[in-house]
């Protein structure tokens, strides 16, 4: 139940393109089982999660799973039947509500529960779906994600999940739509006893029964988005530490393989340098309840919530590179700042559509930035964002097409970074910029989002409006261009290669001689000083513009 902004009837505005998108994505086919997987289909919309009790054995031997996952909802409109996912080869084996079992069917990912009690307005109700089968294995995860089997330096089983793209529904059954979450959630993973489970949230108990199993019980007392559900099986070794946050302490827990624990605590000392940039720029760390983790993996990594998986061996960069070629990038661990800066925007602030995605990975871009504006200064930070333009394709929008699990173009990295590094220039106002960044944790806690909202929140906290911005840098494709001429004694100039109306302002400097130009998309002048032919215009480079002197000189 984590968004309030929707209601039933406001839900279905999320699966209509906007219009200048439409067009863009016109040429795509999508499939019935896209639009099964990415709307809300009239089987989701007319209940409300509250609550999952997931419960997992896993059976490292053959590569198998089996368990159940008890759904808890309120009924917001009567409706009887609802929707569940769960991807091949996996298999539904059984579904109840109140002891009855339920009749259901499948189209693809989808199956489609008949619910035999009369589902009351009102009412909190509960169901159990239980499922079995051989997962689909990871082939590049996170990217391609499901289960990865495999073992640590000494032979032993190392396994996790991941499944941000491919949903998560790929290993177990759930509402697998990103605007709905559980209020809490209690994850419950059965392995072999010489092994350890570590998920979400935090360990309430462990059983023995003495059979030659554990299972791990992880509660978790915030809402979750159900991509950041996570399993991690391996021969962990555990160390902690407190940090004096902005809401009192906040407990750090480390599980690391037994291989690399001396490697883990001298690398994982950035983590309260970390904290206290983000709490600077982004409020306090959004899960005090359920405390903060990094938990290596046999992957790159990813932004669990609560459990950041992290596999970047134990050195500063992106696997030992620094993606920016500013140097920079060398002064931090990839992994450890971008997959924790998701705590702030993916886990506490969610999108409600994976069209939106920029809103995950734009901002959290900008996290590594600010993380050296914090720790090294502006200089740095500049230096950074602007590094990682040669990355940018501007093949598509970051905005991608809605109700059908389309994400943008990849650029949402990058230059959703540089977007924002953009407007922090356009506000020149750091006091204002940083309390609108808090503000946006605040204003949307906990929730699921649209981008337009996000927008509008940003536009209304800076008073200014920003659609054309947005839509510029979010809907269009081209860099906006400053055109000008010097003629006469006097700057002409304006934006072309821009949506209608664009009109930020952009710093700039003539001969060393800083100033700042309104332009429009119409030709604008102001007088200069000096002589046409001696005149140099450069722009402020922390802009992601490009610039055209229309007479070529």
Do not use: C
Not at 236 to 265: P, Q, T
Not at 310 to 326: A, M, T, V
């Amino acid at each position: 139940m984590k968004s309030k902004t929707f209601s039933i009837l406001l839900l279905s505005i999320l699966t209509v393109p906007i219009t200048g998108l439409s067009q863009i994505y016109a040429q795509e086919q999508f499939t019935r089982q896209d639009t099964l997987r990415g709307s809300i289909t009239l089987e989701r919309a007319w209940w409300d999660l509250s609550y999952y009790h997931l419960s997992v054995k896993v059976n490292i031997a053959d590569s198998s799973i089996s368990g159940s996952n008890k759904i808890q909802y309120v009924v917001l409109e009567p409706y009887q039947t609802m929707q569940i996912d769960l991807q091949e080869p996996l298999e539904i084996t059984g579904i109840t509500q109140n002891d009855q079992k339920l009749e259901y069917s499948r189209q693809g990912s989808a199956f489609f529960v008949e619910l035999e009690a009369d589902q009351r307005v009102g009412e909190v109700n509960e169901l159990t779906v239980h499922y079995s089968g051989k997962p689909k294995v990871a082939v590049r995860p996170p990217w391609d994600g499901g289960f990865t089997w495999t073992e640590d330096g000494n032979g032993k089983p190392f396994v996790a999940t991941s499944n941000q793209g491919i949903g998560a529904s790929v290993w177990w059954p759930n509402k697998d739509h990103p605007y709905d979450e559980p209020d809490s959630m209690l994850i419950s993973i059965t392995t072999p006893d010489s092994l350890m489970d570590v998920s979400n949230g935090r360990l309430r108990n462990v059983d023995e029964p003495g059979d030659g199993t554990k299972t791990w019980h992880w509660f978790v007392s915030n809402p979750i988005n159900n991509y950041g559900v996570n399993i991690n099986i391996g021969d962990y070794v555990h160390f902690s530490e407190e940090y004096n946050g902005e809401k009192g302490i906040l407990d750090l827990d480390y599980y690391v393989l037994r291989e690399n624990l001396e490697k883990a605590k001298e690398q994982f000392k950035q983590v309260k340098p970390m904290m206290d940039a983000f709490e600077h720029w982004f409020g306090p760390y959004p899960f005090y309840e359920d405390g903060y983790k990094l938990v290596e993996a046999p992957y790159l990594g990813m932004e669990h919530q609560s459990s950041v998986t992290y596999g970047n061996g134990y050195q500063n960069g992106y696997l030992g590179r620094d993606l920016s070629g500013s140097g920079w990038g060398m002064k931090f661990d990839f992994i450890i700042i971008h997959e924790t800066g998701h705590e702030w925007f993916a886990n506490n602030i969610t999108y409600a559509d994976v069209a939106d995605m920029w809103v995950h990975e734009g901002f959290t871009n900008y996290s590594e930035s600010l993380y050296l504006d914090y720790h090294y200064g502006e200089k740095a930070a500049n230096e950074y964002v602007q590094g990682l333009r040669l990355g940018i394709q501007n093949d598509r929008p970051l905005i991608g097409p809605y109700g059908v699990d389309k994400r943008g173009s990849g650029d949402m990295y990058n230059k959703g970074g540089n977007l924002l590094h953009t407007l922090r220039q356009v506000v020149d106002n750091d006091s204002l910029w940083r309390e609108t960044l808090r503000g946006l944790n605040r204003e949307f806690y906990h929730q699921t989002v649209t981008s337009k909202e996000v927008e509008e929140y940003i536009s209304k906290k800076l008073e200014m409006d920003l659609a054309p911005f947005f839509d510029q840098y979010l809907r269009d494709t081209r860099i906006p261009t400053l055109e000008y001429a010097f003629r006469n004694g006097r700057l002409m100039y304006r934006w072309a290669n821009t949506v209608n109306d664009f009109n930020m302002p952009v710093d700039v400097s003539i001969n060393g001689r800083e100033l700042r130009l309104t332009p429009t998309t119409s030709l604008n002048s102001i007088m200069v000083v000096e002589e046409s032919a001696e005149a140099r215009l450069i722009l402020d480079p922390n802009y992601y513009v490009g610039s055209f002197n229309l007479l070529g000189e």
